[in-house]
């Protein structure tokens, strides 16, 4: 399948089905059990990148781009931390819902730019790009490419989630795909950690920080690399 193929169907998943799925699962009204334990999951990769970015003490006024955004989970706190935020999504409706929950959040903040833009379109710099649970949606190959596009845009800092492939989670997916429910979602593509850190590598970045965020149906590993001449520096 081509990569164009990936993207138009995780397009139209994400403005129609997935749409209403996933603001579901990131907003705070009643969800089933399954849906409870990704929010949980996925409120704890924020909370993980948000401990990262305040730890550092710099974020007022820092440039970050959030790509992949969805309807916002990130952007907006970052944006009321006071960093400048360039948010974008692949997604029309998930862009809208965004820029409706910022209005309501913070008003009209000069400091928040929304988009919808594939993330191999965007272009610019910022010091950090971050991207969380987008490259589930694409074959390694494809996330290879768009690690490439993300780190011509990083300055100093690149922030990545994936779902990492391990024996286990091998194992439930197959389990999973056996048992269609009907939040069925697009495909869901694993990442061998040691490939993501290879594709970082080879586009000049050094691993500085990692998370894993682990609930029953939620798996997220998250890395911080950072441009090996770049100032920014932490420990494993
Ligand atoms: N990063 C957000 C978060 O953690 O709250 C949203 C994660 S959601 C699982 C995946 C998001 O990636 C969806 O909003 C989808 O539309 C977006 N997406 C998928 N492929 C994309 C692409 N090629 N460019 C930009 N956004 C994309």
Not at 27 to 44: A, W
Not at 78 to 93: C, P, R, T, W, Y
Not at 95 to 107: C, H, M, S, T, W
Not at 143 to 161: F, G, Q, V, Y
Request: proline residues 3%.
């Amino acid at each position: 399948m081509t990569t164009t193929d990936d993207k138009t169907i995780v397009k139209d998943y994400f403005n129609a089905t997935g749409f209403d799925r996933w603001r579901r699962i990131y907003g705070d009204g009643e969800v089933n059990k399954v849906q409870k334990d990704i929010r949980i999951g996925h409120q704890q990769t924020i909370a993980t990148t948000l401990g990262w970015l305040r730890e550092d003490g710099n974020l007022k006024g820092l440039s970050i781009c959030d790509a992949g955004c969805g309807i916002g989970s990130l952007s907006i706190p970052l944006a009321q931390a006071g960093a400048n935020v360039f948010a974008s999504d692949i997604s029309e409706k998930m862009v809208g819902e965004a820029q409706q929950i910022a209005k309501q959040v913070l008003g009209d903040p000069s400091n928040l730019t929304f988009a919808v833009r594939d993330l191999e379109q965007l272009t610019g710099k910022y010091h950090t790009v971050i991207c969380l649970d987008v490259l589930i949606h694409y074959p390694t190959q494809e996330a290879a490419k768009m690690i490439a596009h993300l780190a011509s845009l990083a300055e100093s800092r690149l922030i990545i989630s994936f779902a990492p492939k391990t024996v286990l989670l091998s194992l439930l997916k197959k389990i999973g795909e056996f048992f269609p429910g009907p939040s069925k979602t697009t495909r869901a593509y694993q990442h061998k950690e040691s490939d993501i850190i290879a594709i970082l590598e080879n586009n000049g970045f050094s691993i500085q920080r990692n998370g894993m965020t682990s609930t029953r149906f939620y798996f997220s590993r998250i890395l911080e690399a950072t441009r090996e001449n770049s100032q920014a520096s932490h420990s494993v």
